[in-house]
Antibody, heavy 114, light 108 residues
Framework: EVQLVESGGGLVQPGGSLRLSCAAS????????MTWVRQAPGKGLEWVAN????????YYVDSVKGRFTISRDNAKNSLYLQMNSLRAEDTAVYYC???????WGQGTLVTVSS | SYELTQPPSVSVSPGQTARITCSGD??????AYWYQQKSGQAPVLVIY???KRPSGIPERFSGSSSGTMATLTISGAQVEDEADYYC???????????FGGGTRLTVL
C-alpha cells in the first residue's frame, strides 16, 4: 500500500525557515519524479516543485524560486523541501506525491505569521 | 508563466450532465489530470491521462481532450459529486506543472 507521510510543518515568523519531509513507502521511490504541491487556506491547489529520479533536475514555481530547495534521499525513500525567507503567502498545507497523484498524504500545515 | 483556465463555477440539477472545461496552450501535446476535492479533504484523482478512470471512480466520470481544451464530464451528476474540481497538466517543456484555478460544482 502506498503511503506518503508529510511532516515538519509549523508556525514560523516571516523571514524564517522550515524543512519539510515526506516519508514514502509502498512503491519504488527511486523510479519516480517527486513533487510538492500546496494549498493555501480557502484557495486552490498550487504546484510548487519537482525533482527527477536521481536528483539531477529540479524545477520550481516562480514564486518560490531562489527561496525553496527540493531534494531527495533515495536510500531513505524520503523527499524534502527546504523553505527559506518564508512569507505570509507561503502559508498552506503542503503535500508530496508523484504524478498522477493517485495517492495523497495528510499534508503538513505551514503557517507564516508574526 | 503557463496557465490553465477553468470556469469558477458550474451548476446542474441532479441527473443532468455537468461539463467542466480546462483550457491551456500545451494541452494538444500534454495529458490532463482531474481531481475532485470535497471540503476539508485531500484531493482525489478522478481522471488521468486525459480520459482514463482510476479504479473505484464511478463510470459517470469521463474525460476528453481536443485541441487546447480538456473536459471533465459527469454524466448524471449526483448530489455527492458537489465539490471543487481541478485540472493539472505540465507546460510544453514538461518540467513545470500547473493546476487550473478550480471549478466549484453545485448539484441541486
Amino acid at each position: 500500500e502506498v503511503q506518503l507521510v508529510e511532516s515538519g510543518g509549523g508556525l514560523v515568523q516571516p523571514g524564517g525557515s522550515l524543512r519539510l519531509s515526506c516519508a514514502a513507502s509502498g512503491f519504488t521511490f527511486s523510479n519516480y519524479w517527486m513533487t510538492w504541491v500546496r494549498q493555501a487556506p480557502g484557495k486552490g491547489l498550487e504546484w510548487v516543485a519537482n525533482i527527477k529520479q536521481d536528483g539531477s533536475e529540479e524545477y520550481y514555481v516562480d514564486s518560490v524560486k531562489g527561496r525553496f530547495t527540493i531534494s531527495r534521499d533515495n536510500a531513505k525513500n524520503s523527499l524534502y523541501l527546504q523553505m527559506n525567507s518564508l512569507r505570509a503567502e507561503d502559508t498552506a498545507v503542503y503535500y508530496c506525491g508523484y504524478t498522477p497523484f493517485d495517492y495523497w498524504g495528510q499534508g503538513t500545515l505551514v503557517t507564516v505569521s508574526s | 508563466s503557463y496557465e490553465l483556465t477553468q470556469p469558477p463555477s458550474v451548476s446542474v440539477s441532479p441527473g443532468q450532465t455537468a461539463r467542466i472545461t480546462c483550457s491551456g496552450d500545451a494541452l494538444p501535446k500534454k495529458y490532463a489530470y482531474w481531481y475532485q476535492q470535497k471540503s476539508g479533504q485531500a484531493p482525489v484523482l478522478v481522471i488521468y491521462e486525459d480520459s482514463k478512470r482510476p479504479s473505484g471512480i464511478p463510470e459517470r466520470f469521463s474525460g476528453s481532450s481536443s485541441g487546447t481544451m480538456a473536459t471533465l464530464t459527469i454524466s448524471g451528476a449526483q448530489v455527492e459529486d458537489e465539490a471543487d474540481y481541478y485540472c493539472y497538466s505540465p507546460d510544453s517543456s514538461g518540467n513545470h506543472w500547473v493546476f487550473g484555478g478550480g471549478t466549484r460544482l453545485t448539484v441541486l
